[in-house]
């Protein structure tokens, strides 16, 4: 089997189309046709549906599509090992980010990495929902690294890197002096995420009152922002989802200690890459008060793909209760 056709493969199911595919790959349009007519005939099925809108991927040619991913990534390894072992890294690292973190940590190491090595290419894909995304980007070697809130997954190793306290964003006239109380907070109209990063507040709201129902359910921060500025309510968000408060708002801390964990997923096999090492060990010097733990030592690697348990950080304290105290 030719590594081209996985790669043809690869670039029309990202592309949609034959001539996309071809412009990417540097090849003519005929070289991509070949290659995808001999991969078919040597597994035997149709991977791609062609028409006149251009070609998308049959349900067996997605589930090839994966694999022809895992391939690559092994074949980008391999190319990283060699290379390791001479001195150097090079190559491309896929980093699969929520915002946040994209903001206040992947930036900062990237910027450091660019400096001890410039022949890493570091690409980033911003994901909206932590839940799926992150962790379906790892699954199909879309993605080596995740930045994402804590995951609980069997499969993914996960060390948290820091800890994000939700805030009341509220108008500067607000009643609400110093900090707020949930107690308080819940009788007012409050505005919340729609996605997976309110779930840790919602349930402190929940355990505070049973009946609670937010005024609004906004999947942008900005939009949330926009309400509090034009007094439709009050806005609980993480602290690190907070970039610009519009003018005549202000941040509240809040009584009661309601965080989500951030940090950085894997897969095992991933540990086996220089370039996720390599990663890894930055985010534990930048971090060190995280839970990534030592990967290599003076005298070769501490932590290897197969020391999944020893890798494992204690998963109890992965995902915070709604309320841990208050202040």
Same mark, same amino acid.
């Given at each position: 089997m030719k590594l081209q056709g996985l790669r043809a493969l690869l670039a029309i199911v990202e592309h949609g189309s034959f001539s996309e595919a071809a412009l990417e790959l540097g090849v003519s349009q005929s070289t991509v046709s070949h290659a995808i007519a001999e991969l078919e005939e040597e597994l035997g099925v149709r991977l791609l549906e062609r028409g006149r809108f251009g070609a998308v991927p049959t349900p067996v040619g997605e589930r090839v599509a994966d694999h022809a991913r895992a391939v690559e990534a092994a074949v980008a390894a391999m190319f990283q090992e060699a290379a390791f072992h001479r001195e150097e890294l090079r190559g491309e690292l896929c980093v699969s980010a929520i915002r946040s973190l994209a903001v206040h940590v992947l930036a900062p190491v990237m910027s450091s990495l660019r400096e001890t090595h410039p022949d890493l290419r570091v690409t980033v894909s911003e994901v909206a929902n932590w839940a799926r995304e992150p962790m379906a980007h790892l699954r199909t070697a879309r993605a080596d690294v995740a930045l994402t809130m804590s995951s609980l997954a069997e499969d993914v190793l996960f060390w948290r890197l820091l800890r994000d306290p939700y805030v009341a964003v509220v108008r500067e006239d607000c009643t609400v002096r110093g900090r707020a109380s949930l107690r308080d907070l819940?009788?007012?109209?409050?505005?919340?995420?729609?996605?997976?990063?309110?779930?840790p507040i919602r349930g402190a709201l929940l355990s505070v009152d049973p009946t609670f129902q937010p005024a609004y359910e906004?999947?942008?921060?900005?939009?949330?922002? $926009? *309400?509090?500025?034009?007094?439709?309510?009050? $806005? *609980?968000?993480?602290?690190?989802?907070?970039?610009a408060l519009p003018p005549g708002t202000r941040i509240a801390p809040l009584v009661e200690h309601v965080e989500r964990g951030l940090g950085v997923a894997v897969l095992p096999r991933s540990l086996k890459v220089p370039a996720v090492r390599v990663f890894l060990e930055r985010l534990r010097e930048m971090f060190p008060e995280g839970e990534v733990p030592p990967l290599d030592g003076p005298k070769g690697p501490l932590l290897h793909a197969d020391d999944v348990d020893a890798a494992r950080p204690n998963q109890s304290a992965a995902w915070p209760g709604p309320i841990a105290s208050a202040d």
């Open positions: 819940v009788r007012q109209p409050l505005i919340v995420s729609s996605g997976p990063c309110s779930w906004i999947a942008d921060d900005s939009t949330m922002l $926009a *309400l509090v500025a034009r007094g439709l309510g009050v $806005a *609980l968000m993480p602290e690190l989802t907070v970039d």
